[in-house]
């Protein structure tokens, strides 16, 4: 009913930027947040950059100055500027939606992720 699909990972030497773009679509009411996580190899996911309706934004410490989330015109869109990307950025980042879906009755507060865009950080 609803689907997240990311878009722009890829290969990067050290220093270089990549733009992550994450499109919500189906039966959505409303979003309540979005944000990107990431998983490398023998790694938990932990949450990189999360951003509310309402504007408001949090990052890892690991990213501060150097990632930004915002939103696109775009409705239920969302993308994640890395810049100054280092090696040990190299991972699968996945993104998260956490928002109100239609239900039969209603809609519910529901949360999905993406299939996930591989960043590989390497000279």
């Known amino acids: 009913q609803v689907q997240l699909v990311e878009s722009g990972g890829g290969l990067v030497q050290p220093g270089g930027s990549l733009r992550l773009s994450c499109v919500a679509s189906?039966?959505?009411?409303?979003?309540?947040?979005m944000g990107w996580y990431r998983q490398a190899p023998g790694k938990e996911r932990e949450l990189v950059a999360r951003?509310?309706?309402?504007?408001?934004?949090a990052y890892a410490d690991s990213v501060k100055g150097r990632f930004t989330i915002s939103r696109g015109n775009v409705q239920n869109t969302v993308y994640l500027q890395m810049n100054s990307l280092e090696s040990e950025d190299t991972a699968v980042y996945y993104c998260n939606a956490d928002l109100m879906a239609y239900v039969v009755f209603g809609s519910r507060r529901e949360n999905y992720w993406g299939q996930g865009t591989q960043v590989t950080v390497s000279s």
């Open positions: 189906g039966s959505i009411f409303s979003i309540n947040a």
């Open positions: 951003i509310t309706s309402g504007g408001s934004t």
